[in-house]
């Protein structure tokens, strides 16, 4: 089979690899699509500390397609249904597995990034991940290339579950890149009176405000805490989304939030600079909350699944390109490029 195999820091090559044969408790899953998020461009360029020097694996963690096939041990699939594949795999027995938080097991498994993904014509869905209830069913009408973005939103509804927003309240995102635009739908769904979105890069701006947000603020070139107090009529922000990893737009919040505001520093910052100034007195004398999130559990990834299969949320215009494996290397310098949303490769 055809597969983009990492061999190095900006080395990815769409080779011939064996095609995956499954044990019994495996299944094989025929890709139908795998979107590119930042962490493949972080592997790409040879930055993820699971890609060390000398590695040789398929990346690729947001995946749909078939199962091709079964171990004749494995229970309650089909060959031929359409699944995504949740790719986090804790293990199975640590607190935060047992709570139901497998994305901060210590001891953790990923398709696509500690084993082979999904940037491939077939991948294996190794035991744990079935025993552990990382096969999703889609419907069919679905999208391949939609439900692909599952993870991704799967992220936006744990760092929102974090913020319990509330019907008319203010919301504020900070970064229009893909994860901001899912933020600001999901915010809208979830009744927020007004969403407000930070973004300098015109295309981005346009794209989130087609995607319901009722104001669009450049802070290159408007004042971001003035317009703010404008539109809310000095109230603030009840919610602040941090979807970018901009060290001013996390020590920014704490100006922006209302008395008794929700914070979520959804993007983590640079490994070698992650200190912010932070004003402590803030958080204690506006009694702000302010959270962190990261990744996403397969729990979060049912909930995500859910309100795609039902139609309850329209992902399709976050899909910009896309490509054929054989144009793997074409698919991530359009991933590289900021006006692009979510580039797709569909093997």
Request: proline content about 5%; some cysteine; glycine content about 10%.
């Amino acid at each position: 089979m055809k597969a983009a195999v990492y061999h190095g820091s900006n080395d990815i090559r769409v080779e011939e690899v064996p095609k995956p044969t499954p044990g019994d408790r495996d299944l094989v899953i025929k890709v139908q699509s795998a979107s590119i998020c930042g962490t493949d461009l972080r592997i790409f360029h040879g930055k993820h500390r699971m890609y060390t020097e000398g590695t040789r694996r398929i990346p690729g963690h947001e995946v749909v397609g078939t199962i091709s096939e079964m171990g004749n041990k494995v229970e309650g699939y089909s060959i031929g249904q359409k699944v995504f594949v949740a790719p986090n795999m804790g293990c199975g027995h640590c607190e935060q597995c047992i709570s139901g938080n497998n994305n901060l097991c210590k001891n953790y498994n990923a398709l696509g990034v500690t084993i082979n993904g999904g940037f491939a014509e077939y991948m294996l869905v190794p035991e744990q991940a079935v025993q552990q209830g990382n096969i999703i069913p889609i419907n069919e009408e679905v999208d391949a290339a939609v439900a692909a973005l599952l993870e991704p939103f799967a992220c936006v509804l744990r760092g929102q579950n974090a913020l319990h927003i509330q019907p008319g309240e203010i919301v504020l995102i900070i970064g229009a890149g893909p994860i901001g635009v899912m933020h600001t739908k999901l915010a809208k769904i979830r009744g927020a009176g007004m969403v407000i979105v930070s973004e300098p890069i015109s295309f981005r701006a346009n794209q989130v405000k087609n995607a319901g947000a009722d104001h669009v603020i450049n802070p290159m070139e408007q004042d971001l805490q003035a317009d703010i107090a404008k539109l809310t009529k000095n109230h603030g922000a009840d919610v602040i989304i941090v979807a970018a990893p901009v060290h001013v737009a996390q020590e920014s919040t704490l100006d922006l939030a209302a008395i008794g505001g929700r914070i979520n520093f959804f993007g983590g910052l640079p490994k070698d600079k992650p200190l912010i100034n932070f004003n402590s007195n803030m958080v204690h004398y506006k009694e702000l909350t302010v959270t962190g999130t990261t990744a996403c559990s397969t729990a979060d990834c049912w909930q995500a699944s859910s309100l795609v299969n039902h139609g309850l949320i329209d992902l399709s215009e976050l899909i910009s390109q896309r490509f054929p494996i054989d144009d793997t290397l074409k698919a991530f310098e359009a991933a590289e490029n900021r006006e692009s949303l979510k580039i797709v490769i569909q093997p």
